[in-house]
């Protein structure tokens, strides 16, 4: 927050073709003041989600932007006690600055302990959770957004069904679907749980004929289970879907008369629909399925297969590179480690969990379903989706971009792999100390450590590092000024 208030006053906005409502006259001193300091935390999107948590879904294409954070916001704004008079968007801003930055950190502690049930790697998994808390999408996670939200809804969903909570992690994975429309993909974990129960239990033998009921209720009951738990994942955004149709395919409720002149002026010259407004109905709702959130998708901002893919987008797909190669490296990696594996989808039992003992790590048997979550988000966000966009949609929905990255580091960066005493011979300072510390013990964050012996790292610890940072500083340096950065 500090560092993007700085950046925004420093750097003049730019006037970027973006989603600006019009905003009332100037408020108290107050107001002033909030904007100064977090006013670069409503930029690009945020604009949408501070609108719709101010004054409902008016504007067709805010219906792109699923309801459960602008309701989180307008709930906190409502309860927080003031103690100055504010205006509605600055309450909004302030509750947005603390509600993201208490989801960013339950985020960051879901995923350290998805980590630890999955990688069984506990000090591979905390370097996962501190590399979280520098994401190169860390600026959306500060930002009036909803990554930070659905991050710590995801990650939790996923701790809870591992630790077998499926109940708690259908109703969070819910939740998560109301926050934004990729957590549908999430109902996948669920089927692929109930699958791979079911397939495990087939490799325990033939079943006796007098086990032959108990073994189909067992395979009704995991069918059913999994069905209604993809039902309520797909619940809220359906139930979404069809509060757009009511408020947009209905007839005309008189609703713009209390809509402020200027924000209609602004529908008019930018060619929104207006909720309540009379006219022909927009072209979905007479689709068999009326669906708004694909038809905004399309028509508002042309997202489709290859659709991206001109000259001009060059800059974007440079932008989206380092992600690009991080996802699809992760992806050969595990792939090639354990080709088997892959090729069985995960359902028959390795000789080490015959043993007992499955492989621990990034590449271990129970990260298979997250690299394949991870690599189905990238496939279809870098062929469908607007690039730039992909290295927030995977850090906040993926765990995997900060387990390999934890993983190379672990496996390749010798500092990683120091036990601390020093080694006579290697020329170099034990890991958390400096060559002008004297001795002096630094930070225990491996993280502060790898930065402070900068020099000594290796070149692939110092790209890791550095695409993790640089676009955390980026980000808040252009996002907060409507520079191209969303």
């Not at 409902?56 to 003031?82: D, I, S, T, V």
């Not at 979280?132 to 069904?161: C, I, K, N, T």
């Not at 621990?360 to 990260?367: M, V």
């Amino acid at each position: 927050v500090v560092f993007q208030a700085v950046f925004n006053l420093l750097i003049p906005d730019h006037a970027a073709d973006a989603f600006s409502p019009p905003r009332p006259g100037p408020g108290s001193g107050w107001d002033a003041l909030v904007e100064r300091l977090l006013g670069g935390l409503g930029r690009w999107d945020a604009e949408h989600f501070l609108f719709i948590a101010e004054r409902g879904y008016l504007l067709e294409h805010n219906c792109a932007f699923l309801p459960l954070f602008p309701l989180c916001l307008r709930a906190l704004a409502a309860l927080l006690p003031w103690p100055v008079p504010l205006q509605p968007r600055s309450r909004l801003l302030l509750s947005a600055a603390l509600l993201n930055a208490l989801l960013s950190a339950l985020a960051a502690a879901a995923l350290l302990g998805l980590g630890r049930a999955v990688l069984r790697q506990g000090r591979l998994a905390f370097l996962a959770a501190l590399l979280f808390s520098v994401s190169p999408a860390g600026v959306f996670m500060a930002a009036a957004y909803s990554e930070s939200l659905f991050a710590f809804l995801a990650f939790s969903a996923m701790w809870r069904l591992e630790r077998g909570r499926g109940w708690g992690a259908g109703l969070l994975f819910s939740l998560a679907s109301g926050a934004r429309a990729n957590g549908l993909v999430n109902a996948g974990f669920f089927l692929y749980s109930r699958g791979q129960r079911f397939a495990l239990r087939l490799q325990a033998g033939p079943a006796p004929r007098r086990e032959l009921p108990l073994l189909w209720k067992q395979v009704l009951s995991l069918a059913s289970s999994a069905a209604l738990m993809c039902a309520g994942i797909f619940l809220p955004f359906a139930l979404f879907q069809y509060y757009a149709y009511v408020r947009f395919c209905g007839p005309g409720t008189g609703l713009a008369q209390a809509i402020p002149e200027p924000l209609l002026q602004l529908a008019r010259d930018k060619g929104y629909r207006v909720a309540g407004v009379g006219g022909d109905k927009p072209p979905w709702c007479s689709q068999r399925f009326p669906v708004v959130y694909s038809y905004i998708q399309d028509t508002y901002w042309n997202v489709g297969f290859l659709r991206y893919f001109e000259l001009r987008q060059i800059p974007n797909f440079l932008l989206a590179l380092p992600v690009t190669l991080l996802g699809s490296w992760a992806a050969w990696s595990y792939v090639s480690t354990n080709p088997r594996h892959c090729l069985t989808l995960g359902l028959e039992r390795s000789k080490g969990e015959e043993r007992g003992k499955p492989r621990d790590g990034f590449c271990g048997p129970a990260a298979f379903v997250y690299v394949v979550h991870a690599t189905a988000l990238l496939l279809f966000g870098f062929f469908c989706m607007h690039v730039q966009v992909l290295t927030r949609f995977l850090g906040c929905s993926s765990p995997i971009l900060y387990w390999f990255a934890a993983h190379l580091l672990q496996e390749h960066e010798p500092l990683l792999r120091s036990t601390g005493t020093d080694n006579p011979t290697s020329g170099k300072p034990p890991l958390g100390k400096s060559p002008s510390s004297c001795g002096k013990r630094t930070s225990d964050n491996p993280v502060v450590r790898l930065l402070l012996n900068w020099r000594l790292l290796t070149p692939l610890s110092k790209s890791i590092l550095g695409f993790f940072l640089g676009y955390w500083l980026l980000g808040l340096i252009l996002h907060c000024n409507f520079l191209p950065w969303t």
